[in-house]
């Protein structure tokens, strides 16, 4: 099992550009979730997904949209991206929601000139 | 409203001494877990323990303890002999039913430690 991955591990992006990040798990898991982290902080949950086909927003999602096409696949897109949106971003996932523990994937950095 | 307090910014120990990482939680829910990460340099997250409202026994793997006390809201966690392996950001997390879905994992602003050889 890998786990849960992401896709780039690095990026950088200039003012104005987008891109998606990819997350997939091979867990089965129904509840999905993107976090940022900036320096020195902990994590802000940007996106959420409790099922296949379903998103909700987190604490900070502006700025950000997601999309869950498939139970095993999280997508977080950035249409227009800027300097504030520099973090490292992590997705997770968990079996059901609040009890259960939230496995991470290793995080993509990105950086916006 | 939930809030998970880690006052401990930053510890320095030297290899081998024992340290307590403290955490201190509010929540109105009378079920609800609690969680520690561990953040080393290479920057994952690694899950460390689960523990819910209704379990206040201690637990212990290894060199690694947890002490629940409902009565005080904490949730510290115990390293004993400390190596230098155990450098690394450790986080406290909350979770509780907010209904609907509303799903949030409350987190710490996270406990820095430095095991210096």
């Given at each position: 099992n890998a786990g849960v991955t992401q896709t780039p591990k690095f990026r950088v992006l200039k003012t104005g550009q987008s891109m998606t990040l990819l997350c997939a798990q091979d867990?089965?898991?129904?509840y999905m979730y993107w976090y940022r982290q900036d320096p020195g902080m902990g994590l802000r949950l940007i996106h959420y997904s409790v099922g296949e086909g379903t998103t909700a927003k987190g604490e900070v999602p502006d700025g950000y949209n997601v999309s869950r096409?498939?139970?095993q696949n999280f997508l977080l897109g950035l249409e227009s991206a800027a300097p504030s949106q520099t973090s490292v971003y992590f997705c997770a996932s968990s079996?059901?929601?609040?009890?259960e523990t939230q496995y991470f994937g290793p995080g993509t950095r990105l950086l916006v000139l | 409203a939930q809030k998970v307090t880690q006052a401990q910014t930053e510890i320095s120990v030297v290899e081998k001494e024992d340290v307590t990482l403290d955490c201190v939680y509010e929540t109105r829910d009378t079920t609800y877990y609690l969680f520690w990460y561990k953040q080393p340099p290479s920057g994952e997250l690694v899950f460390l323990i689960r523990r819910n409202s209704f379990d206040e026994q201690n637990e212990i793997s290894g060199r690694y303890s947890w002490n629940f006390q409902k009565s005080t809201s904490s949730f510290n966690f115990t390293i004993t002999a400390s190596q230098v392996v155990d450098s690394a950001v450790y986080f406290c997390a909350l979770s509780e039913d907010q209904g609907d879905s509303n799903y949030q994992l409350i987190w710490g602003a996270g406990t820095k430690l430095i095991i210096k050889p």
């Open positions: 867990m089965n898991h129904e096409l498939k139970k079996r059901q929601g609040y009890q | -």
